[in-house]
């Protein structure tokens, strides 16, 4: 289980992910992306989730580049709570949102990305604004919520089938 101190830098972390956030809003008023990995548990960062986050960082800017959408900014950072990356684009947010959650439905390691998209007023645009299917998954293919309020899974066998499925598409 998540010890007090990790709790504590994973909650922290998140509050200056919001203030970052909101810091990009302001300076540049165009929508924002936010990518992060879903990791549970204590270890956020190792050299595996630095490759999987860096593979959707560079489907995320692909998928932008072939729309001939103006990126405005990007960004990647390194933290011991996980690798983060800003990408700030001049596009209509729910178009974005819908291209964000091809990625995350189409790509082999899409079920691990976190890709969340922001208005330019700082409002993030969910899958129920698109009336888009919840996250499944990635052992049972249930709504991720469903198994994560019902305890479907350990830690470890989700761990597990991150590092298999990592360790399987990296190999490519």
């Known amino acids: 289980m998540v010890d007090e101190k990790v709790l504590m830098k994973i909650l922290n972390s998140r509050e200056e992910r ?3 956030q909101k810091e990009l809003l302001d300076t540049y008023n165009s ?7 879903n990791i549970p548990g204590r270890e956020k960062d190792n050299d595996l989730y630095r490759k ?6 560079q489907e995320i800017i692909k998928e932008v580049s ?11 950072i390194d933290k011991s709570t996980g690798r983060e990356a800003y990408i700030l684009v001049d596009m209509e947010p ?6 964000t959650i091809n990625i995350e439905e189409s790509h082999p390691l899409g079920r691990i990305f976190d890709i969340d998209v922001f208005d330019r ?6 899958r129920s604004d698109l009336k888009a ?3 499944k998954c990635l052992l049972c293919n249930k709504e991720v919520r469903l198994c994560m309020r019902e305890k479907n ?13 990592g360790q399987k598409h990296l190999k490519r």
Do not use: C, M, N
Not at 31 to 37: A, D, H, K
Not at 66 to 76: A, F, H, P, S, T
Not at 94 to 99: A, E
């Open 18 to 20: 919001a203030r970052k």
């Open 31 to 37: 929508t924002l992306i936010s990518f992060t990995l």
């Open 52 to 57: 999987i986050h860096k593979k959707g960082f």
């Open 66 to 76: 072939k729309r001939d959408i103006e990126l405005v900014y990007k960004e990647e």
């Open 94 to 99: 729910l178009k974005l949102k819908d291209i």
């Open 121 to 126: 007023q700082g409002k993030q645009i969910s």
């Open 133 to 135: 299917e919840p996250r």
């Open 153 to 165: 899974h350990s830690y470890e066998e989700l761990i597990l089938a991150i590092r298999e499925l």
